[in-house]
């Protein structure tokens, strides 16, 4: 702002061109404004810059509303998840793409939450804790046959690289007989592999007990404490650090049974129809946090988001993500779903909890919204 005395300066002076000290203003119409008398020049003068003043509270006041409805907008824009999962390799490309941003630049922003066991995560669905399960698609089954819930599969996940670990002075399947089996919960996913690898070496259900202890770390700790309990299916790096204390392998489940879809996700049907972009967006990243992991140039550092999340050593990290990430690896690749894999799913609960074994996979499933990401990658 020029002062008044600059504004009083005698016609001949610099009066009527801009302020070289005041480079954002200019006099309006200068070869009429020195005609006038001192008084006359001073009063146009005031009321343009009083003028000025009001314009630019106007302005400022525009400008600030349209900052305000633009951080609105913004904030509008950012959509929150939450994930809710087993603390898993099955998850690299969850961790991935959350380390990575690659949920932020879509506009997302993810919550991951981790359930103490099966029937916490079918319930925590069904009630609205979360919005998407990364876990076993048996508990997705079991939802829609034993709770007549509205669940659908959108993708698939990985074999879940499941094994049944024993104790060390059990040394054959007979050694079994008479004892307790620990299990997540005693009517899902992996529970049922236990009890079918079971059965196929003639150890039928009743002449075994039953622990259901929750997630695999609950189970191994169950295993060590008491020897009564000698066996439990497990998924790295759960069954490694059981190796590594002496727990023997008898052998993965999908060498016994064949394929096998172990998880994916899975969400309300209703939910996935009123939130289609979004579930579209997160099946995106998903598929990009993937195909990172699964680069050998990114190796370094995926191990490290694999320790990270899983608060786990590099060395365990690294023998995790070798066995997802390889060829034949426990990832699906981009997510992609193991129709056979599924069916062999469908058939082992059927066998074990009833239904029918050859029930048609549509009622369980809706790929379109992967299908949709794949597209728009």
């Known amino acids: 702002m020029v002062s008044q005395w600059q504004l009083l300066r005698p016609s ?19 070869g009429v404004v020195h005609l006038l008398g001192s008084k006359h020049r001073l009063h146009l003068i005031q009321k343009f810059h009083k003028m000025n003043r009001t314009t630019l ?23 929150k998840l939450r994930v809710n999962v087993f603390p898993s390799p ?29 029937q916490a995560q079918r319930d925590g669905l069904v009630n609205g804790r979360f919005e998407i399960a990364q876990a076993g698609v048996d508990n997705a089954l079991a939802l829609i046959e034993v709770a007549k819930q509205d669940v659908v599969i959108v993708s698939g996940g990985s074999t879940g690289l499941n094994e049944m670990v024993v104790r060390p002075e059990i040394k054959s399947y007979d050694d ?7 299990v997540d919960a005693t009517n899902t996913a992996f529970a049922l592999l236990l009890y079918k690898m079971l059965d ?26 008491d020897p009564n309990k000698v066996a439990a299916m497990m998924n790295p790096p759960c069954s490694t ?99 056979v894999g599924f069916r062999n799913t469908l058939k082992l609960r059927a ?14 499933i809706d790929l379109s919204y992967h299908q949709r990401a794949l597209q728009g990658l």
């Not at 064949?258 to 967006?281: C, F, I, Q």
Request: contains cysteine; glycine residues 8%; neutral net charge.
């Open 90 to 118: 099955q998850n690299l490309p969850l961790y991935v793409a959350q380390e990575k941003n690659l949920f932020a630049k879509r506009g997302l922003t993810i919550e991951i939450q981790v359930t103490p066991n099966s």
């Open 12 to 30: 001949g002076s610099n009066f009527g061109r801009p302020d070289p000290t005041v480079a954002h203003e200019q006099h309006p119409l200068p």
């Open 176 to 182: 079994i007989r008479g004892k307790t089996v620990v």
């Open 241 to 339: 650090f059981a190796k590594k204390d002496g727990f023997p392998s008898f052998g993965m489940a999908t060498d016994a049974i064949g394929p096998y879809l172990a998880d994916g996700h899975w969400v309300m049907r209703a939910w996935a129809r009123a939130n289609s972009e979004t579930l579209v967006k997160y099946l995106q990243a998903i598929v990009e946090g993937y195909r990172w992991a699964a680069n050998p140039a990114n190796r370094a550092e995926v191990v490290a988001v694999m320790a990270k999340y899983l608060k786990i050593d590099n060395d365990v990290a690294a023998q995790a993500v070798e066995l997802e990430v390889r060829p034949n690896g426990g990832l699906a690749k981009d997510a992609s779903f193991d129709m």
């Open 57 to 79: 509270s106007v302005v400022s006041a525009a400008v600030a509303a349209l900052c305000v409805a633009a951080c609105a907008h913004a904030t509008a824009q950012e959509t």
């Open 351 to 364: 066998e074990l909890e009833g239904g029918d074994p050859n029930a048609d996979a549509a009622k369980y």
């Open 200 to 225: 196929l070496k003639g150890i039928k259900k009743g002449e075994y007990g039953i622990h259901p202890a929750g997630a695999c770390s609950f189970r191994r700790d169950a295993m060590k404490s």
